[in-house]
């Protein structure tokens, strides 16, 4: 059983930078494609960034790309989430997800969900 915990969260200005990490257990990072979404009050849970498992490629959401980078470190079992330029608009809470399948934007093709890190985006 994969088991991912989010960290780094917090409240910062707009414009600041916040990097939100993943741990995970056993070598989830390595052998899955990884993750992370977000959900808002009242909105539905959104793709925000995801990474596969070699050779590492990406894929981003039109909202945060140029601003999000998502990265894996195979050796610590970690999976993070540099953000930078923030906008309120940003604020939601942050899930790492951890999924066998190729790259996805879609959260039904993660199996495995960490309990999620508040970000929140102040004016």
């Known amino acids: 059983q994969v088991q991912l915990v989010e960290s780094g969260g917090g409240l910062v200005q707009a414009g600041g930078s916040l990097r939100l990490s993943c741990a995970a257990s056993?070598?989830?990072?390595?052998?899955?494609?990884m993750g992370w979404f977000r959900q808002a009050p009242g909105k539905e849970r959104e793709f925000v960034a995801a990474?596969?498992?070699?050779?590492?490629?990406?894929d981003y959401a039109d909202s945060v790309k140029g601003r999000f980078i998502i990265s894996r470190d195979n050796v610590k079992n970690t999976l993070s989430l540099q953000m930078n330029s923030l906008k309120p608009e940003d604020t939601a809470v942050y899930y790492c997800?951890?999924?066998?399948?190729?790259?996805?934007?879609?959260?039904?093709?993660?199996?495995?969900w960490g309990q999620g890190t508040q970000v929140t985006v102040s004016s």
């Open positions: 997800a951890a999924g066998p399948f190729g790259i996805s934007r879609l959260n039904t093709r993660y199996n495995y």
């Open positions: 990474i596969t498992r070699s050779p590492g490629s990406t």
């Open positions: 056993e070598r989830a990072i390595s052998s899955n494609t």
